[in-house]
């Protein structure tokens, strides 16, 4: 599963449904990865279902760029159900989205505690730490996503550029290199698998990288990913 970026929400019924405003590649949120209540109280069928509908109207809201509005939302489906995982996750996608960083950080590291194997939940993490210049936590949760799922594109190249800025060339090679060996179509991955063998010394092998990523480019195949 790919979660070079978060587009994609779920609604009570589990269905995939399309959002908008972060990154450039699919971010898919199946209910099947979601635990919903932890053990404890079970939410009453009036409870969960009110619940749902008030996260379906943040991700509604979401989808028409109302960052805010759908925080509200996912906050008051928490109000109802406080065990509803999926829209404490969705809460810190939204907030992610209005650029509320300290409150997205604080909603994402909420999703983490309620989801701790789900990927997604971490790679959001991820990114807002990041956002916010906050390397090590950022590595940490790239990393944790990784070890649930060692082929994520997004991470890898995220975790890439982490090492690059700090000049960790042979980390970041290896980063890239399993990146575009995991998306080969991937311009970004292959970009910067470039730039670090270049940085690193090995210049003709990255002019030979960044020659494949100019053709790639031009031929209008490749994808993307983006931070904003």
């Not at 994402?108 to 807002?128: D, K, M, T």
Request: proline share 4%; net charge neutral; hydrophobic share 45%.
């Amino acid at each position: 599963m790919h979660r070079g970026a978060i587009r994609r929400l779920v609604n009570s019924h589990g269905a995939v449904r399309a959002a908008v405003g972060l990154l450039a590649a699919g971010f898919a949120l199946a209910s099947s990865g979601l635990s919903e209540a932890p053990a404890g109280r079970a939410p009453s069928f009036a409870t969960r279902e009110g619940a749902y509908r008030a996260n379906n109207r943040g991700v509604a809201l979401l989808e028409q760029f109302h960052h805010q509005e759908a925080a509200k939302a996912f906050r008051d489906a928490l109000d109802i159900d406080p065990d509803l995982a999926l829209a404490r996750l969705n809460l810190a996608v939204a907030l992610f989205n209005a650029s509320d960083w300290p409150q997205a950080r604080e909603a994402a590291q909420a999703a983490v505690r309620a989801l701790p194997e789900s990927p997604h939940a971490h790679y959001l993490a991820g990114l807002i730490a990041r956002s916010q210049n906050q390397s090590d936590e950022a590595k940490a949760a790239f990393t944790k996503v990784l070890s649930l799922d060692p082929a994520d594109v997004g991470s890898l190249v995220n975790l890439g550029q982490l090492h690059l800025q700090e000049r960790r060339y042979a980390e970041a090679v290896e980063c890239f290199r399993a990146a575009e060996q995991a998306e080969p179509y991937n311009t970004t991955a292959l970009y910067n698998l470039g730039v670090a063998l270049n940085r690193s010394g090995r210049q003709n092998e990255g002019q030979g990288v960044l020659e494949r990523f100019r053709v790639l480019r031009e031929s209008g195949y490749g994808s993307v990913l983006g931070q904003s």
